[in-house]
């Protein structure tokens, strides 16, 4: 018998682990920079979905504050990232990530 103290998880809780394990796998495996950024926005939309998940059935705010900073957060990233890979597109004329190895200093 489980005891009350445990919650069962919800099938959102599943829904989470694969988007964040895919997220994760495309960002290990990948080698197209947008395709990394995407999986990167993959992984935070997964804690997301956790976040709300998890505020919403305990009835406290604190989660939904937390995804409203990690939108925004992620926005920016989205944003700054993008500019960089636009000017390391026009520096190199690719997006491949082995291309900008070369950059380090």
Known sequence: MIPASVQILHWSHYVAACL???GMFGF???KNAIV???CIEL???AVNLILVEVSMRSGHPEGLIFVIFIITVAAAEAAVGLGIILNLYRAKGTVNIDAFRELQG
């Open 36 to 38: 990394v950024l995407m």
């Open 28 to 30: 290990l495996i990948r």
């Open 43 to 45: 992984m935070l939309n």
């Open 20 to 22: 964040f394990a895919l």
